[in-house]
DNA sequence: CTGAAAGCGCTTACAG
DNA sequence: CTGAAAGCGCTTACAG
């Protein structure tokens, strides 16, 4: 590289001023049609490359999105991340993506980081223990949040999940509808929102159908393929063993159900198990899996859309916007 | 927020100036502990934000690294990129994902938009029909460039990538070794480097043990989950059935595995199945899956490792850094 | 050990 | 329609 080329290079080899060339490289229409042109040409043979850092110091738009969830390589998020980056795409925004794997620490510094670099907002799914505060932080900086799967009592924003609740209930109750009787739940904690509402679905299915609730049959943990499949052991030696299981999330659910076959047990005839995600590999899954499809292109489209409108000046509002889901009926609940 | 506080705030507000303050929160040795002490204080209290834009436009460093892979959802770079994130976070360098899905564009946008925030160095698996001078654009406006999975002839920079022939024979000789003689090859592209190195060995571990290559025992294509899936059909359909499968990637095979079992054939008992990449589900699957570990993690370190040299001076260098692959024998080639 | 001043490369009123 | 000038918030020689 021979010189840096900067707006003054262009304007000195066309004899304007910066003014006038920072304007026509923006389309900007108080630039006769022909300078425009001239200009442009200019840039593009002497490779010009704009530097958003000084435009971005002198405005105070980066262009730049920060989006941080736990974890992108798990298929739940990779659905909303999709969706996200769609909608952002089409607005020109750059989205930088993190993981924070449920470590406040490096959640923290992920928001210190768009901070110093000036994002013009962030999407997130909270980590584990984010308490409020860390919300109002980045509010007051200038920097729109919208949250994503999970909420935060008291942060004052908007946060865009499925009906965890309501989608647990569907799944059980559709085992209870095909007669199984002794349903165990396995995976999530009450640490995060969605595992609490999805354990609340599955204790308010069961009480519907008047069936008691067994804590035993309640084997919290798992969240990925490795612990749904490592559940197993602790599931065959309940005393008592359960003939249906609703798991937490399809990644569970599949990582058990190898489990299973790998104790010779049938998933989807000796065992049900039902998923929650719907993510691609459920259709096809042996046995394919039934699930719960909780709308994630529809929670990131409309997250997305949420910040959108508060980098447009929209005000914050702290509320909690519910995606019905739908249940998938597939092989793995055909059993009885 | 009251009032965006900067360095000058602070310097008024102790009576001191800009500079000294600049230099005592980046612990500079000129400054004295105890003006140092005051400054962090009344930085901490004050809510004081580093603005990144401005000290990177000062200095042209800033600490940013792009990262471009065709999808992070895609497990194979999903060790690759926890690898290159552990390794830049240890050097305080933020990192920017994005996946341009095998699309020239995507990855030019991204190229760009590093570019204009000057970023201080791109690593990235380069999308299929990327041209060298895409690569030498980014070089030439400073911008270092290590390539991983995949490489681009006449780049002028470092690859990082498994001995994917050498991997791929491995594959393909442990099926012989076990006895098969009738071993198709499905998924890959020859539009990628890997795709081609892999088909390389396959032909080269059959030719060795003087099997013919079939033409029509070679279905290409698939590189996913569900292309695997999909792809059984087109495998039943062959006039004369092989006996063993040697898949492109694990995804494929997962997914092949299901195919087949959907179709009332026993992956591992019927058909023998490799993999290629050892992902963590390779393990856990039902049957579990003989394939080839093609050592992620330290491609993702060293191409790291590579880049973190340029910035610091490295020269650029052609050249191509092959990692041994290893294989893991489990219950999917066990048949015979 | 600390300060005054210039400058990174843009954009934005303001003039003309 | 175009230009001169100020300023975004830092860092870096250079002085003292």
Redesign the interface.
Known sequence: ?AQKVKLSTIAEALGLSTATVSLALRDSPLVAESTRERIKEEARVS?Y??????A??RTSK?GIIGVCVSD??N?FF?EILKAI?NELDRHRQ?F????HYDQLSKQRAFV??M????ADGLIMSPAIGTPAPDIHLAE???LPVTLIARTVEGCGVTSFSGDDSYGMRLAVTHLIDKGYRRIAMVGGTDLTSTGRERERGYREALAEAGIEYRPDWRLPGPRS??SG?DAVAGFLRLPERPDAVACFSDLVAL?F???L??EGLRPGVDIAVTGYDDI??AA???PSLTTVANGQSEVGRRAAAALLARLNGAPAVESVELITPQIKVRQSTEGL
């Open positions: 590289m490779g490359i704009y530097n958003r850092r000084a971005s110091l980066s992108i390589m298929p990779g980056e750059t930088v993506l993190c993981n210190d980081t901070l110093q670099l000036g007051q900086n200038d393929r490795h499949f990582g159900m190898y489990g076959a790998r691609d590999e096809i899954a042996m």
